[in-house]
């Protein structure tokens, strides 16, 4: 078995909500721009449009209306970049967090993935991330 790759994570500041902004919702798009958050994530897809942003007044404002909204998560940054050709980063996180019963919603971006957990798991998870020897800062 190869040895695995040394992944670091960081715990970046939140919480953070997880919402579906109305497919009929033509406005969005210029929202975006208003988002106060380390952290923002628009996903369309043919069906729904997906959204993750701090959770903060000023963003719910901003967002006045959602369809659904899921609150209360926090977010695990992969310290990257990470190049294209790398596999089994996400596969590994989950499998750690999986194992310990902990669900997660999992994004990425062009230069690193995102871990999110519920806030009430994010003491879990961090133990069981250290414990499977990943690095895990926690950034103020």
């Avoid at 998560?73 to 596969?91: K, S």
Wanted: one cysteine or more.
């Amino acid at each position: 078995m190869e040895p695995r790759l040394k992944i670091q994570l960081e715990l970046i500041s939140g919480p953070y909500l997880v919402a579906r902004i109305d497919s009929g919702d033509r406005d969005w798009l210029g929202r975006i721009g208003r988002c106060d958050s380390e952290l923002v994530s628009v996903t369309k897809a043919r069906d729904e449009i997906s959204l993750v942003v701090e959770d903060s007044e000023q963003n719910l404002a901003a967002f006045a209306g959602l369809s659904e909204i899921e609150p209360d998560w926090r977010a695990f940054r992969v310290v990257g970049p990470l190049a294209f050709d790398l596999v089994g980063i996400i596969a590994d996180l989950t499998k750690v967090l999986a194992a310990a019963e902990i669900p997660v919603f999992c994004l990425s971006t062009f230069l690193t993935d995102y871990i999110l957990v519920k806030a009430q798991h994010v003491t879990n998870a961090t133990e069981q991330l250290r414990n499977a020897d990943y690095s895990v800062m926690i950034t103020p």
